[in-house]
């Protein structure tokens, strides 16, 4: 009863393999995925000479660490190169990893271990009249869309090899940019087009890519034109992510490496410092003033900077304090800065270690917010006058609250113009929450003030504090061990009750004398 004929055991054979390899083989995607998966992998490469953009093409990431492939024309000229993502997050080119100036194509390096990546297909694969999806950034429209069918392959022994003619279209930018098969593979890499004629554009196959990907230096080599430093052995590798030698500065001016959103990344002296825009500031009424606010938690002029070297008269570091001045040393009375703080310094090619979370929770900042907006609203403010009629107010704030770090600005004011501004930052659980205390100072226009007053655990001194911030050049302290405001008194009550209950819920100690 359990007898099969031969030819029919043999269809059940072949039918089970054919679905076997259907349910192995990628799927077939429509034109929106495709463009959907290969969003933040596709990137803008512009060329620079001495700062000044001069070409710009496109690029794709082959591997998580920022290996890039693009065509070898899109950074043969030029001496620094960039990278930019849609987001507008932007790299320095490390160096170049590999490249085939016959074959126009180059693999290069930016740094990072988190990119997404696309996946290779195999050229060898791709037939005629195949349908085939092109990505790339023409004419600085990024992240355009084409498609069109492969039309034929050629050879050229001019250029070494084969092309993949396709009649999806491209134009100047879009060099170096992703053609892909409509299973969402890369099958070749968009090298040129022929003018004048309609729908005649070729691709460079993927494999010839992934040849050279496999040949791949293990120490980067400088981009074509540039002849500022030579390529550099690696440094004993200390993560995955140091395998690779880089050509970092460590020494000479500051070298602007990356920028992600407002935070910057800078190689200077044997040091990568990690920097967060904090405000920029213009000075027209002379730098003997203080400067006026233009932004605040953005950079202005540094962004244009990324892969670009600053020489030390138009950067400034003061403790954990950068300022980029780029009009400095020109003869103008107007003068602006980008200011940063630094917040991370670690060695070139040392380990980097990792940073405990700031410490918070709902009570913390539900606590740290009524002290900001009460602040905000002006109830920490104080009035004076002066007999011959001037008016005096000085104005407590706490802009930034990143977990139990905090920062607070005191500014003075005369007639509405700032005449003073001291900035303080401290880590709440460095305060002794016993020693939060007031007492009665003076009176003002709008009633009596009291004094409120705190120091740190047995009042060591890591208060770092700034006077004058927005002078041209600032006055950075040495570290301090205090805080205190004056404060209207029914205001300062609760302050104290407020503060003192932060300090605590972050940990804060008493002194041990």
């Known amino acids: 009863m359990f007898e099969v004929s031969t030819a029919r055991l043999l269809s059940l054979i072949a039918l089970s393999a054919g679905v076997i390899s259907a349910q192995s083989a990628p799927l077939r995607k429509d034109i929106p995925a495709i463009a959907k998966a290969a969003n933040g992998a596709i990137v803008t490469i512009i060329t620079a000479n001495n700062d000044k953009p001069i070409a710009q093409g496109t690029g794709f990431l082959v591997s998580a660490d920022g290996v890039i492939v693009t065509n070898y024309h899109v950074i043969e000229t030029g001496n620094l190169a960039i990278v930019k993502f849609p987001d507008d997050t932007a790299f320095s080119v490390d160096g170049v990893l590999a490249a085939d100036k016959v074959r126009d194509l180059a693999i290069i390096k930016i740094h990072g271990k988190t990119f997404r990546t696309l996946a290779l297909g195999d050229s060898d694969a791709v037939q005629v009249g195949e349908e085939v999806v092109a990505i790339g950034n023409p004419l600085s429209l990024e992240s355009t869309v084409s498609n069109g069918i492969i039309s034929g392959v050629r050879t050229s022994k001019e250029q070494g090899g084969k092309f993949l003619q396709t ?99 800078i190689v200077y002296g044997g040091h990568q410092l990690t920097a967060q825009c904090r405000e920029a500031l213009s000075w027209n009424d002379g730098t003997d003033k203080l400067g006026r606010p233009m932004s605040v938690q953005e950079c202005m002029y540094l962004a244009h900077m990324v892969g670009a070297h600053i020489t030390e008269d138009k950067m400034l570091r003061h403790n954990n304090e950068l300022r980029y001045r780029p ?162 008194s029914p205001y300062a009550e609760r302050f104290v009750k407020a503060l003192k209950h932060a300090i605590t819920l972050c940990g804060g100690k008493t002194s041990t004398f």
């Open 167 to 265: 009649t999806a279209p491209i134009s100047p930018g879009s060099s170096g940019g992703p053609l892909f098969n409509m299973r969402g593979e890369v099958v070749g890499i968009n090298a040129l087009y022929l003018e004048g004629g309609e729908n005649l554009n070729f691709a460079i196959p993927v494999n010839d890519a992934k040849l050279l990907l496999t040949h791949q230096s293990a120490k980067l080599q400088n981009l074509p034109n540039e002849h500022m430093a030579a390529a550099t052995d690696a440094p004993p590798s200390t993560t995955s992510e140091e395998g690779i030698a880089r050509k970092d500065q460590t020494e000479g001016p500051y070298f602007v490496r990356e920028r992600r959103n407002e935070t910057y990344v």
């Open 327 to 488: 009009l400095a040393g020109t003869e103008t009375s107007a003068q602006v800065a980008d200011i940063l703080d630094i917040t991370d310094d670690v060695l070139v090619g040392a380990r980097k270690q990792p940073h405990p979370s700031p410490k918070t929770s709902p009570e913390i900042q539900k606590t740290l917010h009524w002290i900001q907006n009460t602040l905000d609203d002006g109830e920490g403010r104080t009035s004076y006058m002066f007999e011959d009629g001037r008016a005096e107010t000085r104005i407590n704030l706490m802009p930034e609250a990143d977990g139990c770090r905090v920062t607070l600005v005191s500014e003075t004011k005369v007639d509405y113009e700032i005449t003073n501004r001291t900035r303080a930052q401290i880590n709440l659980g460095d305060l002794d929450p016993s020693s939060v205390g007031s007492n009665g100072a003076s009176s003002d226009v709008f009633g009596p003030q009291s004094m409120v007053f705190v120091h740190t655990t047995d009042r060591a001194s890591s208060v770092s504090l700034a006077l004058s911030d927005r002078r041209w050049e600032p006055s950075i302290e040495p570290p301090t061990a205090g805080l205190q405001w004056v404060l209207p």
